[in-house]
């Protein structure tokens, strides 16, 4: 009979022959055991965990900006582990296992890559093919539309019948908000030019004002969500990505604010006790630096 040293280098070394994907999976369970596992993963639930996703992603997007290999292969890990998690938590509950995950979004790829894999699966890889990545886009969409009526056919008269029914309500604002003048669009309820998009930004600035002059602050905060809802609209038909247009100005904002802040410091003098009209100076002085 093995002892218990034995034992334990049998089974560290066939976890050390493990694939990295089955390690993390396996240290998963671990972590979730009753008996040995950690207290804070084990309070978890798929609910529970939401608020960490969308931070790991954030962190992710961060590290993509600043260009930090190190960091992104730190903050993609944290990612998958996310992953790992959720399927791990859906597999006690008998609800879906890693491999369904997995093999759920390699049927999705074949699927919508028939320029790729014209019959549906590997074997037809290395057929060239001669499109765009515009109509790529298209019969994407296409092709999600089909699966969706699929479904619906499945499910009966409660399934998906609206142009944004299922599109997730806990996006961020801004996200969702171009998810929906995308979808929008689709089915025809578009400015065919991005004047009328400028036009229509004018006039929601113009009713805003007035509910300013007004006072009403329910007024105030209706006209000021129309006129993000516009530009962001805006930002759809001039080709710009919204919410990179947006960090690309917070980050202009914190740059030539922080060079105010350093310059008036090398002065002996800080920022709170300068007028506006000095700071204001300082701000064009900072944007002809580059910033």
Request: charged share 30%; with cysteine.
């Amino acid at each position: 009979m093995m002892g218990v040293s034995v034992i334990k280098k049998t089974k560290t070394k066939l976890y050390e022959e493990k694939s990295a994907i089955e390690k993390l999976q396996e240290l998963m369970v671990m972590l979730r055991d009753k008996k040995y596992g950690c207290p804070w993963d084990l309070e978890q639930t798929l609910t529970s965990l939401i608020p960490h996703t969308i931070e790991e992603v954030y962190e992710v997007v961060d590290a993509i900006e600043k260009k930090d290999s190190e960091e992104m292969v730190d903050e993609l890990g944290d990612l998958l582990f996310q992953v790992v998690f959720y399927a791990q938590i859906a597999c006690e509950e008998k609800l879906f296992n890693f491999e369904d995950v997995a093999n759920a979004i390699v049927q999705k790829l074949l699927r919508r890559h028939p320029h790729v894999f014209p019959t549906g699966d590997v074997t037809s890889f290395g057929e060239q093919s001669n499109i765009s990545s515009d109509q790529v886009s298209i019969n994407w969409d296409l092709i999600k539309l089909a699966e969706k009526k699929l479904k619906s056919g499945k499910q009966g008269e409660d399934s998906l019948k609206g142009t944004f029914d299922g599109l997730p309500r806990s996006l961020p604002a801004l996200q969702r908000s171009a998810r929906l003048q995308k979808q929008a669009a689709k089915v025809g309820f578009d400015w065919l030019e991005i004047s009328g998009v400028i036009s229509k930004l004018k006039e929601e600035i113009a009713e805003l004002e007035k509910a300013i002059k007004e006072e009403d602050r329910i007024k105030i905060e209706a006209e000021l969500g129309d006129v993000l809802f516009t530009a962001i609209n805006m930002s759809r038909h001039s080709g710009i990505d919204a919410e990179n247009a947006l960090r690309g100005a917070n980050t202009r904002f914190e740059k030539r604010f922080s060079w105010i802040e350093r310059k008036l410091a090398r002065e002996g003098e800080q920022i709170e006790g300068e007028t506006l009209q000095r700071l204001n100076q300082l701000w064009d002085e900072a944007k002809q630096n580059g910033l």
